[in-house]
């Protein structure tokens, strides 16, 4: 058939409309049906991740999840508005066990959970993986066990930027047999296409167990104190080999001969980009890097925060001389423009703009970063394949 003999309807179906128009067109949906329909197109997807379009669209809300850090404790949730009931935090659509559930990561909207013990190989039970603005959820069948002297890491990934499956990474560590090295590192991924785990060659014995972050396909991994990122290349169900490297971190190291004590910085990611914030030296700067390139740091922020604590020394020594931030940076999100701290002097988390600088409490809890988890939360409203996660009427 010619251009010039198609029906009025296959014309409109076959137009292109300027992303203007597009963008207008979705600015006009209610939230929810907005983030389920950019779920099917990624053009669509990508409109909310753009500076230029994401002001004029329908924004996620966001809140913090956070979990005293002691068995059989409730999960609770600062910051969504109290009119989004639908999004059951509390995870009370996943089956109950024998114990309790239990935080241990959050993924773009979705959350690793498991049934009490500590994360050893002997005391992991059920690990889960589920979605609270869906009802959805999905018990992972736990890998091999190893040696009861190993110590087991599980670490969520999934981005919908670039991806529609998620990944969960197993690290195991076990005693290395060289006494002159502490532990050796192995992994195993699992894959939600297909809901079984593949065993990729990889090792290392370096200590690669600190926070992390899942970005267009790879995972960033810190070191528990050398000041870098392990990156990690998402495998599929055929790779044998994982591709990796090490990224040297921007700002100062944790430098205890020193007597400066300071937990590393604090990882996000703004529109597919890897971003890392960390306090400058007298606490009273905190400076925010994206990762231009395999390896160069750009500085796109420093915002002042004497202000928002009302004083001008943000530096303690503990009991045994370190000097010490008295606050500390639990998450970040440059697309809604604002920083989460934890005042650990007068127990309040506070959201600070980063344009404005202006803060507001979140939440106060006697201890809040010693004695809680916490995970930054955006829901995500998109459905999964009925053969990956079960809705809670199953």
Known sequence: ????????????????????????????????????????????????????????????????LYQ???????????????????IDTTLGFVPCREYPLELKDCSNGLIL???????????????????PATQEWMEIPYAEPGSAA??????????PLWSQHFYVFKFESSPSPDPD??????????FSEDSTWSTCLWETEDAFWGDSLFVNGVL??????????????????????LSDRTIQLPGFPYAPDQKFYCCDGCLCQSSGVLCYAQQELDG?????????????????????VNDVFGRDMLLRTNSRGLWYFDYEI?????????VILADLATDKVLSVSISTGEGSEILKIPSFFELYRSLFYVPYYCKFPASVLQGAQD
């Open 284 to 304: 009273c700067m905190l400076r925010i890097w994206s990762l231009e390139g395999a390896d160069r740091w750009v500085v796109k922020h420093r915002l002042s």
């Open 113 to 131: 959970c498991y049934h009490g013990g500590i994360m050893y190989s002997e005391g992991i039970s059920d690990p889960i993986v589920c979605n």
């Open 330 to 338: 639990l998450d970040f999100d440059l697309e809604r423009e604002l």
């Open 1 to 64: 058939m010619l251009e010039g003999d198609l029906e009025p309807w296959q014309e409109m179906t076959t137009m292109v409309l300027p992303d203007d128009l597009v963008v207008e067109i979705l600015s006009r949906l209610p939230l929810k049906s907005f983030c389920r329909f950019k779920c099917v197109c990624k053009s669509w997807l990508a409109f909310s991740s753009d500076p230029h379009y994401r002001q004029k669209l329908p924004r996620n809300p966001i809140g913090l």
């Open 68 to 86: 005293k850090r002691e068995h059989g404790t409730s999960i609770h949730l600062a910051g969504l508005p109290s009119r989004d009931r639908d």
């Open 181 to 190: 090295h502490g532990t050796s590192t192995g992994v195993k991924v699992f």
């Open 220 to 241: 960033y991994v810190g070191h528990l104190w050398g000041h870098c990122l392990l990156a990690l290349d998402a495998p599929d169900t055929l790779t044998q080999l």
């Open 150 to 159: 190993n110590e087991i890491d599980l670490k969520l990934c999934f981005d």
